[in-house]
């Protein structure tokens, strides 16, 4: 692979002139001199030192993203990280805690290992860092440990969990409170008046805002009642069958997740329970199993794709500015997929 000095020699045109053209730098140099310089370089095969071009900038280009693929909608936000850094000559650097099936850690564990891969996107010098719920969360707690992320005033955008103002973090995020209120105006609309809400951990903004949008948009029917349970996935089966025995039980069901919303069509049906005519059932997310789920099920549909783009130009921006701009804060709008999970209740349930 030819260097600086090779193209020099082949143009007659000195190294620092060489190099700025190649960087596209501002130069005053004939049209003819540039033409010529690039034409040697891509006949010669030339390719950049990024590692040399990082020393001397400070800028390595890549981005620390911990986001793991999850399921179908972090996937989707991964292609939108991913498309929008290349588009700016940036690289993701993604890691996430160690994954192995059938394995269960605890979470003493597996905060450890998210701990353990902050500190290694830091050691590869990033420029910026998008971060999902589980490492913000973590990210908030140990701020004033890992010194390096404000000394090198490196910019912080998370996805779906907004932090408080002192960390200075940017966000993206789904208007989670449209999205809830939007369900339960949807459920009041069929009939139904007594809910069961399968909340995700109010530690995380999303779940507190999903939440609170749809409780508070069923108190626009006084007789409406609301059992809200805040639960985890790998417990959501206990959850769902308490919640499914009530008497009277719930009629419509809002699950956080359509993770969650997967369990209660399981439970219902060990209960001898038809969904949608003894059981409404609407999730979140709009994943891939939504639609293959039967029947389909009614979903809340974000912008995964959309939200991976805006962190990644956020971050692309705020770290060619220092850091120095104000954190962004941006909400993107729901719609109700509507398939079959959902009727109008018997009047005997």
């Known amino acids: 692979m030819a260097g600086l000095e090779r193209i020099a020699d082949r143009t007659g045109v000195s190294i620092g ?45 890549m981005i620390g993203v911990m986001v793991p693929p999850f399921d179908s909608y972090w996937a989707q936000v991964l292609y939108g990280i991913h498309d929008c850094l290349t588009e700016h000559d940036h690289v993701p650097l993604v890691l996430w805690a160690e994954h192995q099936p059938g394995r269960d850690k605890s979470p003493v564990s597996e905060r450890r290992e998210d701990l353990a891969q902050i500190y290694r996107m830091i050691d590869r010098r990033i420029d910026g860092a998008i971060l999902w719920p589980f490492p913000a969360v973590l990210y908030a707690e140990h701020m004033s440990n890992i010194a390096e992320l404000s000394t090198r005033n490196i910019p912080i955008v998370t996805i779906d969990h907004e932090l408080d103002p002192q960390h200075k973090a940017s966000f993206v995020g789904t208007d989670e409170a449209m999205a809830g209120a939007m369900v339960a105006r949807h459920l009041l609309s069929l009939g139904h008046r007594r809910f069961g809400h399968f909340a995700g951990r109010q530690v995380h903004s999303w779940a507190v805002a999903r939440r609170r949008g749809f409780e508070e948009a069923l108190r626009v029917a006084p007789d409406a009642t609301c059992i809200s349970v805040e639960v985890a996935d790998e417990v959501a089966e206990i959850h769902a069958m308490q919640l499914l025995n009530q008497k009277p039980r719930p009629t419509a069901i809002f699950a956080a997740t359509d993770h969650i919303a997967e369990v209660c069509y399981r439970t219902a049906a060990q209960l001898g329970l038809v969904i949608p005519r003894d059981l409404s059932v609407v999730g979140c997310g709009n994943l891939d199993i939504a639609s293959w789920l039967n029947p389909p099920l009614t979903s809340v549909r974000q912008q995964p794709y959309l939200m991976g783009r805006r962190a990644a130009e956020i971050v692309v921006e705020r770290s060619r500015h220092a850091n120095n701009l104000p954190p962004i804060k941006e909400l993107l709008p729901t719609m109700l997929e509507l398939r079959s999970s959902t009727s109008a209740p018997l009047m005997s349930p």
Do not use: C, W
């Open 17 to 61: 002139t060489v190099s700025r053209i190649l960087r596209d730098k501002p130069i005053r140099v004939a049209p003819d001199t540039r033409a010529k310089v690039l034409e040697v370089a891509a006949e010669l095969g030339y390719r950049p030192n990024l590692l040399v071009r990082a020393i001397q900038s400070g800028k390595t280009g």
